[in-house]
């Protein structure tokens, strides 16, 4: 199997970008601490004390390093760092002084018309189980709602010590992977997966429970961003078989804000409000918080390496896999508060 991308060691990549992540996030921990930027326990919160935020910044500063070594410029890759940076300032801003979620949601909006309109990256078509859905003229449209989704759906997991940065990083891993094993080693969606890999990574070392500091709306748009980004790229350049394959590796924050969506419209609560009826926040109540990270991680990694198989052609044995993994996933999820609050006994 041939690990160079565009000339470029997949190790080296990682290695690089994953030291320069530890460095930037280690500053950003600081910078925090100083401005007094910190996450203070409520409610709502896994944490017992206060913790600095803007690990995001230092997951940016390393992705924004690699992309400077090891990738090339062009008029999409402009509009990516274009909506980054403006993820970021919202992101900082927010953990600094929240801001109402429907004012975050009309930037994510913009993020992804810079992406969409400016970039020129759009989703012309879906392809499953043998058929073709060509979306025409509602291409662009439909592409900036899955990039909105996306960004959402990895920030509303980001609430546990690890979830984020681990699921994140478990999702760079097995697109890298998939493209190495078939072969493609040109697209900028698979430098990108390598440097967001190890730019994650690093900030994982700070994160991982007991976590040091967190990333804060900072980070997990950015990842939400970032992987939006990667999954459209690789349907676009053919580096995966269907878009199916990276909206599997999702399945579980997709999930999750499909069904926080549906409680807050039963309970009559409006969709930005957070609770505590997470699928993380299930499994918290029986698990420790580092137990409940492991368990998760788990399950990703199984989805990741079905997946893998999926990608090499194995598609009948592993759906049969798939079916079985989603049908336990809604089992537990139906026998908990995700959607409806059970009556204690």
Same mark, same amino acid.
């Given at each position: ?188 969606? =698979? /430098?990108?997966? @390598?440097?967001? &890999? *190890? ?5 994982? %070392? #700070? ?5 040091? $500091? ?90 990741? =390496? /079905?997946?893998? @198989?999926?990608? &090499? *052609? ?5 759906? %049969? #896999? ?5 049908? $336990? ?17």
């Amino acid at each position: 199997m041939n690990i160079y991308v565009n000339g470029y060691n997949v190790f080296i990549i990682v290695a690089v970008t994953f030291l320069a992540s530890i460095i930037f996030v280690f500053m950003s921990q600081k910078i925090a601490e100083y401005i007094g930027a910190l996450d203070i326990p409520n409610q709502r919160s896994a944490h017992k004390k206060p913790t600095p935020l803007l690990g995001g910044i230092g997951i940016f500063l390393a992705f924004l390093l690699g992309y400077m070594v090891f990738g090339e410029e062009n008029t999409l890759m402009l509009s990516v760092l274009m909506a980054s940076f403006l993820i970021l300032l919202l992101g900082v801003f927010d953990d600094i002084k929240p801001i109402k979620a429907r004012y975050k949601l009309v930037m994510h909006i913009l993020v992804a018309t810079i992406v969409v309109f400016y970039g020129g990256l759009q989703l012309t078509h879906f392809d499953l189980f043998g058929f073709s859905l060509y979306f025409g003229s509602f291409s662009p449209y439909i592409t900036m709602l899955i990039i909105v989704g996306i960004i959402n759906a990895i920030n509303l997991i980001d609430g546990l010590d690890g979830l984020c940065a681990g699921v994140s990083s478990i999702y760079f891993l097995t697109i890298g992977v998939i493209a190495l094993i078939l072969n493609n080693h040109g697209g900028l969606d =698979i /430098i990108l997966s @390598f440097i967001m &890999l *190890g730019s994650t990574l690093g900030f994982l %070392i #700070f994160n991982f429970p007991p976590a040091k $500091i967190f990333m804060g709306d900072t980070g997990s748009t950015f990842l939400g961003l970032m992987i939006s980004v990667i999954m459209l790229l690789g349907f676009k350049t053919i580096t995966l078989t269907s878009l199916l394959i990276p909206s599997i590796l999702l399945i579980l924050p997709i999930t999750d804000t499909l069904f926080a969506i549906i409680r807050r419209t039963i309970n009559k609560k409006p969709i930005g409000e957070a609770d505590k009826e997470h699928i993380h926040h299930q499994l918290l109540k029986r698990l420790s918080t580092r137990k409940t990270v492991l368990v998760i991680y788990g399950v990703n990694i199984l989805f990741s =390496i /079905i997946t893998i @198989f999926y990608a &090499l *052609g194995k598609r009948e044995e592993m759906a %049969i #896999f798939y079916i079985i993994l989603l049908f $336990i996933i809604l089992f537990l999820i139906f026998k908990t508060n995700v959607i409806f609050k059970k009556e204690k006994k």
